[in-house]
């Protein structure tokens, strides 16, 4: 067994992964703030994908009253609500900043558990 692939190591790589992707969303969006009809995109909150993971029962309709949950079309990606320009595009340069600065701070903070697990591993090995 890989103990550095389990545990808080493989959530922190799949949190980096995931603040990756989302970092191209979002410079993609600001790429194009000036492109006629463009709609801003975000990624699934990370916490959500990690509840999907979770195995639980499936829910069943039983009733034709029921609603059943909406599902496929947008995995992985969220349109981001803005105002929309008149010339059909809902990008702000403002909110995508913000997220950025966002997105930053989580990989900061992830980087850094990262690294303390690792140093606590090494000092579990009795390593410098």
Known sequence: MDLMRSGPMALAEQRLHWLDGRQRLLAA???????????????VPFAEILNRRVARPAMAATDARHLLPAGGANRGLVAAVSERT???????IDEQAIRIAENDQSHAMTMGLHRKYLALFRTALGRP
Request: proline share 9%; net charge neutral.
């Open 29 to 43: 969006n600001i790429a194009n703030a000036d492109t006629p009809g463009y709609r801003a995109r975000d990624a």
């Open 86 to 92: 008149p010339n059909g595009n809902a990008v702000s």
